[in-house]
Nanobody
């Protein structure tokens, strides 16, 4: 499985961004996909995840502001982020969970600053 993440950038506090993660390869084996983030000096943390049956899970810090969704026709998972805060600044990574392995895409930088 190959994952291509995109959509990061610089945004002012209160702004919005949409991240995309396009999957290719053995996509039929994917059980869930998720977005993680890692800020400087901090551990990587789960932001949001979506399973193959559409169930979603969010970190408490982003509930009500971030929405994870997927487009099966495009094999793409999205993370819509609104009301962004400076503490959302991090490198965001998407991943794909298979039965015996987890794949990671390259990170995309999100910077929230005025």
């Amino acid at each position: 499985v190959q994952l291509q993440a995109s959509g990061g950038g610089l945004v002012q506090p209160g702004g919005s961004l949409r991240l995309s993660c396009a999957a290719s390869g053995s996509i039929f084996e994917i059980k869930a996909m998720g977005w993680y983030r890692q800020a400087p000096g901090k551990q990587r943390e789960l932001v949001a995840a979506i399973t193959s049956d559409g169930s979603t899970n969010y970190a408490d810090s982003v509930k009500g502001r971030f929405t994870i969704s997927r487009d099966n026709a495009k094999n793409t998972v999205y993370l819509q982020m609104i009301s962004l805060k400076p503490e959302d600044t991090a490198v965001y990574y998407c991943n794909a969970v298979l039965v015996y392995r987890v794949y990671w895409g390259q990170g995309t930088q999100v910077t929230v600053s005025s």
